[in-house]
């Protein structure tokens, strides 16, 4: 059967392209992913046999891995190569069942590739295609917020909606860990999202957290988040401008640092 085979020849780890070769034409041995420009690449837990799908597709009911917004491209692999369809687990060590296509196609395909961030103990070097550096930025559209590790990922949140001269923000859902956010000198803010759920982001950062408003950007006071390693970091945020900004508990908008607070002078300064 096509699925032996491809176990055969593809699912066990190879150290060359010569043992690829019953794949058929085209097949080689990946040993490391094929890299952003002017970054590393990231070297597979053992190499394996596969071929390649510009097209997308890929015989057998195999799944074509990679391509725009998908978690390989976010890991620093601009390679479409085929690989095993999977729903739970995978043959080869090191690797787990992830949608390895478009994850904002309407159902991703799922497919066995590398294990990354927080369900690896031993995770590869994170060494994609560069951090979100725009975080914090000013903006207009979300195409000045765009930069690796995949432009879909660039929202500008503008004026009309409450973001003094726009704010650019990175959406961290789908991104890798939180260091991916914290090297490159933005912090990981979550918002309530209207299921119940959060929803994280990638902020740039402000020099005093909890300390009111930011001098160098009208309309915006700098929060305090605290980061995974128990420290704290300050994320701008706009302040709020009257008491129709303040639901809740926290019903009174201190004008002089821009915080939400309630009578007895308790402000939510915090993310």
């Known amino acids: 059967h096509w699925r032996r085979r491809w176990h055969r020849s593809g699912g066990t780890p190879c150290t060359n392209t010569s043992q690829c070769t019953s794949l058929g034409s085209g097949a080689y041995c990946k040993l490391t992913t094929t890299p952003w420009a002017g970054f590393a690449a990231t070297p597979y837990p053992q190499g394996f046999c596969t071929l390649p799908c510009p097209t997308g597709t890929c015989a057998g009911g195999y799944v074509c891995a990679g391509g725009i917004s998908t978690y390989p491209y976010l890991f620093n692999e601009v390679d479409r ?6 729903t739970t687990t995978c043959p080869l060590a090191n690797n787990i ?3 390895v296509t478009d994850l904002f196609g309407s159902a991703p395909q799922r497919g066995c590739w590398m294990a990354v961030g927080t369900t690896n103990p031993n995770p590869p070097p994170f ?11 000013r903006c207009t559209t979300d195409t000045q917020c765009a930069n690796p590790p995949d432009p879909v990922l660039a929202i500008c949140a503008t ?9 650019c923000l990175a959406s961290s859902d789908l991104a890798p860990p939180d260091f991916w956010c914290y ?5 990981e803010i979550g918002l309530p999202r209207s299921d119940g759920g959060v929803a ?8 005093n957290p909890g300390g009111g408003r930011i001098t160098t950007r009208s309309g915006y006071s700098c929060f305090n988040v605290t980061r995974p390693d128990g420290g704290t970091t300050g994320a701008p945020w706009p302040s709020c401008t ?9 019903p009174l908008c201190d ?7 309630n009578d007895a002078g308790q402000c939510a300064n915090s993310f």
């Open 127 to 137: 060494t994609g295609g560069g951090y979100p550096n725009k975080a914090g930025q």
């Open 97 to 99: 069942c992830i949608p």
């Open 242 to 250: 009257s008491a129709m900004d303040c639901g809740g508990s926290v």
């Open 255 to 261: 004008n002089t640092t821009g915080y939400c607070c």
């Open 200 to 207: 994280w982001y990638c902020n740039g950062t402000c020099a």
């Open 159 to 167: 004026a009309a909606q409450g973001f003094p001269e726009g704010l």
């Open 183 to 187: 090297q490159g000198g933005g912090v």
């Open 81 to 86: 190569f085929c690989t095993t369809p999977c």
